[in-house]
């Protein structure tokens, strides 16, 4: 069976190219699959720095010739040089000879009413775009999967049964695939690490590696990459983007898995809700194949594009990005539904396989620069993840101590997580991003969510708890840095989206917003705080050996002074890395010295902070942060033999945060330290 946008069904569209040396290029989209009644076109520069001088223009009108057609174009406006008025409107016509490529004459009038002489032009390719792909699997893969569109029952009931590759649904976009000649296609398994499972910096790293194509340069060049698992159970991801690198090119790398169970395999959770599930996981597959492919490309989800963002169709353009659309770039379980849901049937019911008129209109006619793999970046690494049905069971919060924080202040969240049931609910002890029981996602400014990845990952252990009928467990989200750096960068609004990850693989969701306000003067000052080195520091809570990261910290709260919300979180990392213990190796091999902890310092730090900005704390911290730092400024403090204090930081900690609501169970613990130490929370404050 013939596989969907095939050559001949363009019989005079594509691109077309001038025999002269006046270099004007032209993408004629009147027929063949999708036709959009568009045509544009290049020309080069009229000065040397300048870029390419690009039009789009509509078909207003069109006339059948013997052997061909002849088109009326307008709704551009093209520059001159010489302040000549721009061209406004185009006769385009083309003809086709039995045997030989087809030609067009191409005649451009200015807005003052110039008629410029003819040019001729001669059909390069029936495609607009050509990329050039090379297919690497890891061993035990074998090929890519194709699909039919009537293999799965879900379907529209007009929609021919047709066999659909990865190079007929682009080249029903116009864009021809062509595969690269790799006689070596293997990548050893060993790669992806002892767990087997692939993670971003090791599929970057096999990139670079097995893909002789590689640079550090856009190209229409792509390497996909079929392996079996992903360790953050991706079905599959366009992967390289946001790579710290000289030139910083991404959009290079796609992978997709074969083995990802929760989309595609029939015992999945995705096949099993979406019967017959052998066919729904082939489907999903396939899916996640185009899907993918089509982020390299530049093309982002309909649910989170914005104007502008890579690229801003003409003023004529009637098209819209709906959230809805029935597109490859879409999520089947996610439209018409709520995000968590596994059901795909009003999707696919609807689906004809192809992309959206807007995102044909980007892949044909945008400006090279925008769809070219590795050139124009906008979109950040996308994978199409797990989404767990919701526990009906239990309910989850995410909340901070304000909705406003300054640019550089570290984000500290709080996460709840409440039985909301009549019965008791098991749940898994921890409630961490690092052992994968929670997964969060932050959508910037300019709607672009992104996944955060903390620094570490530990293996989950599979301890739980069982939380009684109205019962809740609390725990500190810190989201200030992860491993894919700073995620608050930009002064804005930002969401945070917050999944907790069940025993039984059901899950509950929550979300909640936050403002980055601009750093104002204080601008060059704070942005030396976004340093990896700087990163880890904050992430572990201080340091006693990367003495120049501790000076940074201690020069960036001079500079904004010991008030600032910033200074508050610098003044409890140095304290945290004075007031304990720790160990560096020396500079003997094999040798590891202790460091011992200078209390008496720590205390002096942090002393401020724990008697007169105790409000601004607790609101900058949280409950849960500032407990813990209490609890780290009392240890300390009675090394460096003081009682008064830390009993008095106590008492004063507990009003406030009884006045503030906090849970009694962080109330329960600070008062039982203050017993200890002599004192009594029922006495005035």
Same mark, same amino acid.
């Given at each position: 069976?013939?596989?969907?946008?095939?050559?001949d069904e363009?019989?005079? #569209?594509g691109?077309?190219?001038?025999?002269?040396d006046?270099? !004007?290029?032209?993408h004629?989209?009147?027929d063949?699959p999708?036709?959009?009644g568009v045509?544009?076109g290049?020309?080069?520069?009229?000065a040397?720095? $300048?870029?390419?001088r690009?039009?789009?223009?509509?078909v207003e009108?069109?006339?059948?010739? @013997?052997d061909?057609?002849? !088109?009326?174009?307008?709704?551009?406006? !093209?520059?001159?040089?010489?302040s000549?008025?721009p061209?406004e409107?185009?006769?385009l016509?083309?003809r086709?000879?039995?045997?030989?490529?087809?030609?067009?004459?191409a005649c451009?009038r200015? @807005?003052?009413?110039e &008629? !410029?002489?003819p040019?001729?032009?001669?059909?390069?390719?029936?495609?607009f775009?050509e990329v050039?792909i090379?297919?690497d699997?890891?061993?035990g893969?074998g090929s890519?999967p194709?699909?039919n569109t009537?293999?799965h029952? $879900?379907h529209p009931?007009d929609?021919? @049964?047709?066999?659909?590759?990865?190079?007929g649904?682009y080249a029903?976009?116009?864009?021809?695939?062509?595969?690269?000649?790799?006689?070596?296609?293997t990548?050893?398994?060993?790669e992806?690490?002892e767990?087997?499972r692939w993670?971003l910096s090791e599929l970057?790293?096999?990139?670079?590696?097995h893909?002789?194509?590689?640079?550090?340069v856009?190209?229409w060049k792509?390497?996909?990459?079929?392996?079996?698992?992903?360790?953050?159970?991706?079905?599959g991801i366009?992967f390289?983007a946001n790579?710290?690198?000289p030139g910083?090119?991404?959009?290079?790398?796609?992978?997709l898995f074969?083995?990802c169970?929760y989309?595609?395999l029939p015992s999945?959770?995705l096949?099993?809700?979406?019967?017959?599930?052998?066919?729904a996981a082939?489907?999903?597959l396939?899916?996640?194949?185009v899907h993918?492919?089509? *982020?390299?490309?530049?093309?982002a989800?309909?649910?989170?594009a914005?104007? #502008?963002t890579?690229?801003t169709?003409?003023?004529?353009w $009637?098209?819209t990005r709906?959230?809805d659309?029935l597109?490859?770039?879409n999520?089947?379980?996610?439209?018409h539904?709520d995000?968590t849901?596994?059901?795909?049937?009003?999707?696919?019911?609807?689906f004809r396989f192809r992309?959206d008129?807007?995102?044909?209109l980007?892949?044909? *006619?945008?400006?090279?620069s925008?769809?070219e793999?590795g050139?124009?970046?906008?979109a950040?690494n *996308?994978?199409?993840?797990?989404?767990r049905p919701?526990?009906?069971?239990l309910?989850?919060?995410a909340?901070?101590?304000k909705?406003?924080?300054e640019?550089g202040e570290?984000?500290?969240?709080e996460l709840?997580?409440?039985?909301?049931s009549?019965?008791p609910?098991r749940v898994?002890?921890?409630l961490?991003?690092?052992?994968?029981? /929670?997964?969060v996602?932050?959508?910037?400014?300019d709607g672009?969510?992104a996944?955060f990845v903390? /620094?570490?990952r530990?293996?989950?252990?599979?301890?739980s708890i069982e939380?009684?009928?109205?019962a809740s467990r609390?725990?500190p989200?810190?989201?200030t840095v992860?491993?894919?750096?700073?995620p608050?960068?930009?002064?804005?609004?930002y969401r945070v $989206?917050?999944g907790y990850l069940?025993l &039984?693989?059901?899950?509950?969701?929550?979300?909640?917003?936050?403002?980055?306000?601009p750093?104002?003067?204080h601008?060059a000052v704070?942005?030396?705080?976004?340093d990896? %080195?700087?990163g880890?520091?904050l992430?572990?809570d201080g340091t006693?050996v990367?003495?120049?990261v501790?000076?940074k910290?201690a020069?960036?709260?001079? %500079?904004l002074?010991?008030?600032?919300?910033i200074?508050?979180h610098i003044?409890?990392v140095?304290?945290?890395?004075?007031?304990?213990d720790?160990r560096?190796?020396s500079n003997e091999?094999g040798?590891?010295q202790r460091v011992a902890?200078?209390?008496d310092r720590?205390v002096?730090? /942090?002393?401020?902070?724990m008697?007169e &900005?105790?409000?601004?704390?607790?609101?900058t911290?949280?409950a849960l942060?500032?407990?813990d730092?209490?609890?780290a400024?009392?240890d300390?403090s009675l090394?460096a033999?003081?009682r008064? @204090?830390?009993?008095?930081a106590?008492?004063h900690?507990?009003a406030?945060?009884?006045s503030?609501?906090?849970?009694?169970?962080v109330?329960s613990?600070?008062?039982r330290?203050e %017993?200890?130490l002599?004192?009594?929370?029922?006495?005035?404050?």
């Amino acid at each position: 069976m013939k596989t969907a946008g095939s050559t001949d069904e363009r019989r005079l #569209g594509g691109r077309y190219e001038t025999t002269g040396d006046d270099g !004007l290029v032209l993408h004629v989209d009147v027929d063949g699959p999708y036709p959009l009644g568009v045509v544009s076109g290049t020309l080069p520069p009229l000065a040397k720095d $300048e870029g390419q001088r690009s039009f789009i223009g509509r078909v207003e009108g069109s006339r059948e010739l @013997a052997d061909g057609l002849e !088109l009326a174009v307008v709704g551009f406006s !093209l520059p001159r040089a010489d302040s000549a008025a721009p061209l406004e409107a185009l006769s385009l016509t083309l003809r086709a000879s039995a045997g030989e490529a087809p030609r067009a004459t191409a005649c451009f009038r200015s @807005a003052d009413g110039e &008629q !410029l002489e003819p040019l001729e032009l001669l059909r390069a390719s029936p495609y607009f775009r050509e990329v050039v792909i090379d297919v690497d699997y890891e061993r035990g893969e074998g090929s890519l999967p194709t699909i039919n569109t009537h293999e799965h029952p $879900e379907h529209p009931e007009d929609l021919p @049964a047709r066999d659909l590759s990865l190079e007929g649904v682009y080249a029903d976009a116009g864009i021809r695939i062509e595969w690269a000649d790799d006689p070596d296609d293997t990548v050893p398994s060993s790669e992806a690490g002892e767990d087997g499972r692939w993670s971003l910096s090791e599929l970057h790293d096999s990139m670079e590696l097995h893909w002789e194509a590689f640079a550090n340069v856009p190209q229409w060049k792509a390497w996909l990459f079929v392996g079996r698992e992903a360790e953050s159970d991706l079905g599959g991801i366009m992967f390289d983007a946001n790579i710290d690198e000289p030139g910083g090119v991404d959009r290079q790398g796609v992978a997709l898995f074969s083995q990802c169970e929760y989309f595609h395999l029939p015992s999945g959770a995705l096949p099993s809700y979406n019967p017959p599930a052998d066919a729904a996981a082939r489907r999903e597959l396939f899916f996640n194949l185009v899907h993918e492919l089509g *982020h390299s490309f530049n093309l982002a989800h309909p649910f989170e594009a914005r104007s #502008g963002t890579p690229w801003t169709p003409p003023a004529w353009w $009637e098209g819209t990005r709906e959230p809805d659309a029935l597109t490859w770039m879409n999520y089947p379980n996610r439209v018409h539904t709520d995000w968590t849901s596994l059901r795909t049937e009003w999707f696919y019911r609807r689906f004809r396989f192809r992309f959206d008129p807007w995102e044909l209109l980007f892949l044909r *006619h945008a400006p090279a620069s925008a769809v070219e793999p590795g050139n124009s970046a906008w979109a950040s690494n *996308h994978g199409r993840v797990i989404e767990r049905p919701l526990d009906p069971r239990l309910a989850l919060e995410a909340f901070g101590g304000k909705q406003r924080y300054e640019l550089g202040e570290p984000i500290l969240l709080e996460l709840c997580l409440r039985n909301v049931s009549d019965q008791p609910v098991r749940v898994g002890a921890s409630l961490e991003p690092s052992e994968g029981t /929670i997964a969060v996602t932050i959508v910037g400014p300019d709607g672009t969510p992104a996944p955060f990845v903390p /620094i570490d990952r530990t293996r989950c252990i599979d301890e739980s708890i069982e939380l009684a009928p109205g019962a809740s467990r609390y725990a500190p989200l810190d989201l200030t840095v992860g491993r894919l750096g700073f995620p608050f960068k930009q002064p804005g609004r930002y969401r945070v $989206e917050v999944g907790y990850l069940g025993l &039984q693989g059901l899950g509950a969701v929550a979300t909640t917003e936050l403002e980055v306000a601009p750093a104002g003067e204080h601008e060059a000052v704070v942005r030396e705080l976004f340093d990896a %080195r700087v990163g880890r520091v904050l992430y572990v809570d201080g340091t006693r050996v990367l003495g120049d990261v501790d000076d940074k910290l201690a020069w960036v709260e001079q %500079r904004l002074g010991e008030r600032h919300p910033i200074s508050l979180h610098i003044q409890a990392v140095r304290f945290r890395g004075w007031a304990r213990d720790g160990r560096i190796v020396s500079n003997e091999v094999g040798r590891i010295q202790r460091v011992a902890g200078h209390p008496d310092r720590a205390v002096h730090m /942090i002393g401020r902070l724990m008697s007169e &900005q105790l409000p601004t704390a607790l609101e900058t911290f949280g409950a849960l942060y500032l407990e813990d730092l209490l609890e780290a400024y009392v240890d300390a403090s009675l090394a460096a033999g003081d009682r008064t @204090a830390p009993r008095d930081a106590l008492r004063h900690a507990i009003a406030l945060m009884r006045s503030k609501g906090t849970p009694g169970w962080v109330l329960s613990r600070l008062e039982r330290r203050e %017993r200890l130490l002599g004192g009594s929370s029922d006495e005035g404050d």
